[in-house]
């Protein structure tokens, strides 16, 4: 069975600085990417998505992704945070084809203070 | 456009009493449906997924149990609760097709068992 790791549990960032957010998944065969977010008091949502093509993904409000298959892994970046980006982030991992189930991670707090 | 429907939002309930969370989607038809159990530091924990009326995979043993009555319907059900029940319950879903990787959240239910 899959699973991922994301290997900060909360982090604290003023504004502007950048973010990136690390991601691992053990899986050896073919997988389909996701980062989800949650802000507070809203429903959890797709951040971004990876597929195939592209290693390097963007997602909504400047967030991006890349995904280096050697390193199994997908880490979320963000080069000028807002206090807006507020949020837990889940790293999500499925195997491609047919069904198959979404494992998530532990997912990572992060607090921007303005 | 599709939305998913969860309710109710907070639960109070005795040990011992029965429960019940329903989750309706519309706007789509014949999605995957999804329970999830949200815990701080132990990110989504799959506890159930239906890719049909009347058809329930049970990912993890537990106290309760999953039903879809009706093709975008889905309910999660104890006969007994337990403190341990106590939790963040995410219902999710998912279309057919290349749509079937992305999950689509409710906004939760906050169930508290005392």
């Known amino acids: 069975a899959q699973s991922v790791s994301q290997h900060n549990h909360h982090v604290i960032l003023s504004e502007a600085a950048s973010l990136e957010l690390g991601c691992n998944y053990s899986?050896?065969?073919?997988?389909?990417l996701f980062w989800y977010v949650q802000y507070p008091g809203q429903h959890l949502q797709l951040l971004l998505k990876y597929f195939s093509g592209d290693p390097l993904v963007k997602g909504i409000k400047g967030f991006e992704a890349e995904f280096i298959k050697s390193k199994f892994s997908f880490n979320l970046r963000k080069p000028s945070v807002q206090w807006s980006d507020t949020a837990e982030y889940f790293c999500a991992v499925k195997r491609s084809g047919g069904y198959q189930k979404v494992t998530f991670g532990i997912g990572t707090k992060l607090q921007v203070i303005p | 456009s599709q939305t998913i429907h969860q309710w109710p939002a907070t639960l109070v309930q005795p040990v011992g009493s029965p429960l019940s969370l329903e989750c309706t989607v519309e706007?789509?038809?014949?999605?995957?449906l999804y329970w999830y159990r949200q815990a701080a530091g132990r990110g989504l924990q799959l506890l159930f997924y239906s890719v049909g009326i009347g058809q329930i995979s049970s990912e993890v043993p537990q106290n309760l149990s999953a039903s879809r009555p009706q093709d975008r319907q889905f309910i999660l059900s104890s006969k007994k609760l337990l403190l341990s029940d106590s939790g963040f319950y995410l219902c999710?879903?998912?279309?057919?097709?290349?749509?079937?990787?992305?999950?689509?959240f409710g906004a939760g239910t906050r169930l508290s068992v005392l």
């Open positions: 706007g789509t038809s014949n999605p995957n």
């Open positions: 999710a879903w998912s279309g057919q097709w290349v749509a079937k990787n992305i999950q689509y």
């Open positions: 899986y050896g065969g073919t997988v389909n």
